[in-house]
């Protein structure tokens, strides 16, 4: 199961419409969002449940439709756009279509969390000396050369899920059961490899792919330039074309497509219509 998977394009895409057509239902106004608001993060937790619960919140972001971060492992979704009593068409696809984008963000560090303890990735600025010295710290061993020797030939300990998800949550700034989940479900990698590829991905092939995920966000933190950068109020065009941003916007695009033909309004020529004018 991924994002990119069709089944889950669609299975989001009938809960967006579920979220359109109730939208205006409810006994209060307060109801009527929290309904919202319940639809949409169930639409979410239906399509990412082959990785690590997202902590989903919704609040006031400003003006920025979504954000996601991994850090806190917090998908954060604009309340501003479920308050709306009578939301233009266009508001409630870019609701949806962002909340996705965010959701794919998520993914790509578990992608290269499962990656990393499968061994089928590396990290990029770790030798063994490096990561026989994280090992070292975590699990209390020696500090004497003999002890270090012994870790090295693999006769002091082998490295345990414990290790390795202790080193992955360090290193890509994510939380630990995040990480322990990736590490549990390793073997899941395999089969994300053998998805098709999208016709968006630059590199040859998925695992090239995922790489370069890793390389643009490896030991990066999300700060409050950072969100602003990567809002529509900030230097868009700079973050645009970085790999997991890029990957991101073409999905956003996939999902689009498919929210539009699911809901049956044609966009251009309704897009700046009301809800109440839909039907």
Known sequence: MSLQ?????TAFSMKCKTA????RTGASGGLRIANRESTLQSAIKSVTGFMAPLNIRFANLNGNCGSFGWGSWRLSIDKTYTKKADIRYKDFVELCCSAYHEARHAEQFYRIAQ??????LSFPDKSKAGIIQDLQ???????SVRDKIALFEGRAMQSSPQDIRQMIAKWLNIPINVAGTAVTAKSGFNGYLQLGKPVWFKRQTTLLEVEEWMRSTYKRTLGGMNEWAQSDHGPYKIYRDLPEEHDAH???KLISRKIIQTIGHNFQ??????????G
């Not at 998977?5 to 394009?9: D, F, I, L």
């Not at 359109?20 to 939208?23: K, P, S, T, V």
């Not at 710290?137 to 500090?143: L, T």
Request: charged share 30%.
């Open 115 to 120: 990656g990393l303890a499968s061994e089928k």
């Open 5 to 9: 998977s069709n089944n889950s394009v």
């Open 250 to 252: 073409e999905i956003e």
């Open 269 to 278: 020529a309704n897009k700046d219509k009301r809800r109440s004018a839909l």
């Open 137 to 143: 710290q975590a699990r209390g061993v020696g500090g």
């Open 20 to 23: 359109w057509d109730n939208w």
